[in-house]
């Protein structure tokens, strides 16, 4: 089944400490993203990523990395985890890269986050 | 500064009635519009997509309209059945970023 998973789907963590959201699509596609989303606000882009060794700034990327060394992961680290990042966070998947608005996004299922 | 809108968080409606949800945008000159369904729990899921050359799109029960010269497209869900009940998302394209609109939640009454 074409699909985008995010592990874990949900975690409880502490101020500062380290964690990672693995994100893999097994899509063969060339754009991943990441979204997080809080109510009222919508979905905010993270980071996105146009192809392997890409990547790139969302509208909200202070306090997370990211990297893309395989076509189909693209983990969404939290180096030092703060409270105002508890939020829901979606990685997704387009088949093509080429900015073109017509790019379909695939969204795994969620990730909720509580970080105390 | 860059705005996407969508009408009212929250819309309820009689089944067999037709929702009718609102996204207007500020700032963007989308060439491509996207709408999406988000249930509890879930990822948003695609719907529809339309052109800024196409006034209208149509599948099976959903209609969408886009006016580049109001910035502004309409949802519309005709026949509505509670299995219809979710969060609806525009989104539009801007480069290689897809921006999203906070959804409009709908409840289909039985």
């Known amino acids: 089944e074409a699909q985008v998973t995010q592990n874990p789907r949900y975690l409880i963590t502490v101020t500062g400490k380290k964690l990672t959201v693995t994100c893999s699509q097994n899509?063969?596609?060339?754009?991943m993203s990441w979204y997080r989303q809080d109510p009222g606000l919508g979905l905010r882009q993270i980071y996105y990523?146009?192809?392997?060794?890409?990547?790139d700034k969302g509208d909200v990327p202070e306090g997370y990395k990211v990297s893309r060394k395989e076509k189909r992961n693209f983990p969404l680290i939290l180096e030092s985890p703060s409270p105002n990042q508890t939020s829901l966070y979606f990685c997704?998947?387009?088949?093509?890269?080429?900015?073109?608005?017509?790019?379909?996004?695939?969204f795994g299922a969620g990730s909720r986050l509580t970080v105390l | 500064s860059q705005k996407i809108e969508q009408n009212s968080e929250a819309l309820n409606i009689q089944e067999g009635k037709t929702a009718t949800l609102t996204c207007n945008y500020t700032?963007?000159?989308?060439?491509?519009l996207q709408w999406y369904r988000q249930d509890p729990g879930r990822g948003p899921v695609f719907l529809l997509l339309?052109?800024?050359?196409?006034k209208e799109k149509r599948k099976e029960r959903l209609k969408v309209t886009f006016d580049t010269t109001l910035k502004q497209s309409l949802f519309h869900i005709t026949a509505s059945q509670p299995a219809d009940s979710a969060t609806y998302l525009c989104?539009?394209?801007?480069?290689?970023?897809?921006?999203f609109g906070a959804g409009t939640t709908v409840t289909v009454r039985a």
């Open positions: 997704a998947s387009s088949l093509s890269n080429r900015g073109s608005g017509a790019n379909v996004l695939t």
């Open positions: 899509m063969n596609h060339e754009y």
């Open positions: 990523s146009m192809n392997v060794e890409v990547t």
């Open positions: 700032n963007y000159s989308p060439a491509y």
């Open positions: 339309i052109r800024e050359n196409e």
């Open positions: 989104a539009l394209a801007t480069d290689y970023k897809l921006s």
